[in-house]
């Protein structure tokens, strides 16, 4: 299982370095330099990956939904089998903790069994029949069958935050091959060695699965842009920066051929708290809340960093104890020295808004990433720009005191787009809040009662994202199951000989999976 | 039933017609202008009618499915109702005959009864629970839920070749208010009268069922840019050319919230004759295809605008066919003037490409279409920028006679993305044209065999879409009840009380819908 890295681009199963820009990994701690370098992707390589993709797809795309389930299983056992010295050499690179990171490993080998368990339940085709009926009136209705096709080639862009989870085997790489479509992927650079041994663990799964090469190709380097202009690519997906997955969004709809991008990009999560619940439980939240807000040092997209109540004493009781948690949290190392800067500008620039004041500093560091707690006055919270809405991606958090009831439903009415929105809260409270509610639903992709957003369950029921800017389209999700659909397109057949149709539509049902057919949801045979 | 036309836009169940501009009604042949003047939607009054929208969008998304099958059964009964004098304005407007419109009045009210039965099937919900496991190691699981709600406000642009089907109560209104969104559509100049009786109809329903008033608002005029970027919309659809299209398109990209439109623009739909279905059926072909060319006047955007073959003797005497069939065709009124003057200049286009000639006029007119029979070398169909892809509307045809099955192969690989393709072939040349039919599956929405793309079927296994430029996004379709989807997002809601889950994710499963619990699919309830 020795992996030798060499720092070359992967295309259609073979690797390629021909260019003279070169990217270091650097250590998360200390930033000491990994003896190989990574050779940025030519202008010719990218197009290449871009062909292997293309020239792979009308093979991939052929095979059974069993056979590119044991492909998906075949990476999931590859992805297992990287062993302690992986998880050391991530650690390395992203400064996130071996155990962490071994959790990771499993959500991202479950991912992608979970995926095939869809493949091989069936319901992604979407089949849907209607059968002939020829003597209709006025006219013959023909047989018209209709079921799903993977896009075509996806380029998936690799988050920093998850280097195992959302990275070069992560969820849009599982739901873009699941699909029936070939990836390429463009490697974090916060994570260079680790991409590659993750790809090599794919390379293996391709070999031995036989399924044909170009499936998989990863790039290195500033690339992004040619990748999504590149007229092979028909869909991208993308988990960053809302500045960059604007960006691409920007540069996919301004293709002689616009293709979708599913960004997911920025999110504050707001949690709020409710009388009854406060009243209750409100240590145990305090406690409980600032550890969903430094865990993993605050990189994950559901980080909390927006806390609301109505002034009460319980509230004011409250705020004292979220000061007094956050007041024994310690500094931790970010991803890199890029997010670090970035999270001390956001802190920064949260510092230097009139009305806000910090409450609580987990320890001093120049090196690494101090835990914050802010508060606000409601006054701020309904500022010009809505300056407590910018995404500081770090271990930070603002508190807000509001005067009323009615402010909490003005901000969930004018609040942008979210992941999450989550409620602290007793039955009484939620009956009692029925219309915030509601607000809520139109705002977020996904709606919390007494729980955390940090956690991403991977299952079919996620939704992990929301309107705009918490992603590019609230029609997607990027974790789950459902996050296939986003790389599907329906294609129907009218008057179709039985044997040549895909078997998801044929007479007999040899999947037995459960169609639409004739307005009714079975899985029986149709007799011809 | 008698209704007064005013000539007002339609604001949240209110008339208004503020503005200065006014547009005519004009009769299709002739150019008689009607007596009543419609008055263009002024810029507060197009806002208006997108806040009317927006305040409607809460109430009418909480509303039961149920409720909302009921309003569109409202609407089916209302347009049904709507008597000879309706079909006799709509054919003054639009040169359609009588026999067609009353068949695209029964078209129209069925899909919204269509609508209705999705609605009340349930598969739109898409129900997805994945229960609690507190037990689970290393975490526990919570109790996750994911359904489907409508994405806020759509704007609709009605097509000017339908003016029921595809109108104000068109399938994008069906689609849109099926999911739970208020409409906002944007009347097609070319059927003004049509368009406020139709509007009149919906209007009655709104007061029958009760719905809010704002669900349903139409405006008149050039507006459409100011309606695609009113932040208040969340969607669009559009059917009608590709520079209208994609200029919606570019538009909706570019707001500070982007936002998916559905455009339907542009198709030739190729038709492939195979060798044994030209030696066995080639007469019936050529007469069956030129009915399929001139019927509506050619202004379908299925019309099948490309035939080709394989040089052989049956090939020749195919054409020889389709040119004596297209002789005896006669002129016909299209839809208005601004019609006639694009059919007639693409007509002039192809008449100007060396190595196009005329195969057969169907007679002369300066005021009425004449149907056109081209034939082009196969040099023409693979010259730069693919002069014979470009979408000629109106009742004309190209045939094309190519070297080899290696030139059909390279077309098909080449060409653009279309709504459908179509095969005239019997079994053995299926068997033998896989490898095309794969081709034409990545390139079509819909494939046909022995049929003609003209006469789209409404049914939940329709595809009416494609990929660029047949229309903005694959992934959609904008016949058929799928067509729903387009305005659906999902949303999960995690450990939520089940009292306070909508109907569709309680555990008792009260509207007996099909759901995904745990992996499986089952209409069974949950135990507590």
């Known amino acids: 299982m020795a992996t030798t890295i060499l720092g070359h681009n992967y295309i259609g199963g073979q690797r390629s370095g021909q260019g003279n820009v070169t990217l270091p990994s650097l250590a998360a701690a200390g930033g000491d330099v990994y003896p190989v370098a990574f050779v940025q992707a030519t202008e010719q390589e990218v197009n290449a990956a871009v062909d292997a993709a293309v020239q792979a797809y009308p093979a991939y795309r052929a095979l059974s939904a069993e056979v590119r389930a044991q492909f998906l299983d075949a990476i999931a056992d590859e992805i297992d089998a990287l062993g302690d010295d992986f998880i050391a050499e991530v650690s390395r690179e992203t400064a996130l903790p071996a155990a962490r990171l071994q959790g990771e490993r499993g959500r991202t080998s479950n991912q992608m069994r979970l995926f095939a368990k869809v493949l091989r339940r069936g319901d992604f085709y979407g089949a849907r029949i209607d059968t002939a009926l020829p003597a209709r009136q006025p006219l013959p209705r023909p047989d018209i069958r209709q079921y799903k096709i993977g896009v075509g080639p996806v380029a998936v862009f690799g988050a920093s935050n998850f280097p195992l989870a959302f990275s070069v085997a992560g969820g849009d790489t599982a739901a873009a091959l699941a699909a029936g479509c070939p990836v390429v992927f463009k490697a974090h650079s916060g994570h260079l060695v680790t991409s590659e041994r993750v790809a090599d663990a794919i390379a293996r799964a391709v070999k031995r699965s036989g399924v044909p090469a170009g499936v998989f190709n990863m790039v290195y380097g500033s690339v992004g842009g040619q990748l999504v202009k590149a007229p092979g690519i028909q ?54 809340l600032i550890g969903s807000v430094v865990v993993g040092c605050g990189q994950l997209c559901t980080n909390p960093g927006l806390v609301l109540g109505v002034r009460s004493p319980a509230f004011t009781q409250f705020v004292a104890q979220l000061q007094a948690a956050m007041a024994t949290q310690a500094p931790q190392t970010m ?65 807000v005191e509001l005067d ?44 919390l009662v007494n729980g955390y957003p940090t956690g991403v369950e991977v299952c079919d029921a996620m939704v992990h994202g929301g309107p705009y800017p918490a992603t590019s389209d609230a029609r997607g999700t990027s974790v789950g199951t459902l996050a296939i659909e986003r790389f599907l397109r329906p294609i129907c057949y009218q008057n179709y000989p039985d044997a040549l149709l895909p078997q998801a539509l044929q007479n007999a049902n040899p999947l037995g999976i459960l169609r639409l057919v004739d307005t009714e949801q079975t899985r029986a045979a149709i007799s011809a």
């Not at 920007?250 to 009388?275: C, H, K, T």
């Open 235 to 288: 869909a991208v997906g993308f988990t960053g920066s809302l500045p960059g997955g604007r960006a691409l969004c920007d540069m996919a709809a301004a293709r002689p051929q616009p293709i979708p991008v599913f960004a997911e990009m920025s999110s504050i999560n707001p949690i709020i708290l409710l009388p009854q619940a406060l009243e209750q439980r409100g240590e145990q939240i305090a406690r409980e």
């Open 404 to 447: 009323s009831r009615d402010q909490l439903l003005d901000f969930a009415r004018n609040m942008h787009g979210q992941l999450t929105a989550t409620l602290q809260a007793q039955p009484d409270d939620l009956h009692a809040h029925q219309d915030l509610i509601a607000l809520l639903e139109q705002k977020a992709g996904r709606l």
């Open 335 to 399: 991803l890199n020295r890029g997010g670090l800067d970035s999270y001390s500008s956001g802190v920064q620039r949260l510092r230097q808004i009139a009305g806000v004041e910090v409450l609580a500093a987990g320890g001093e560091s120049a090196t690494q990433a101090v835990p914050h707690l802010f508060k606000a006055d409601a006054s701020v919270l309904f500022g010009k720009d809505s300056p407590l809405e910018d995404e500081v991606f770090g271990p930070a958090t603002v508190v």
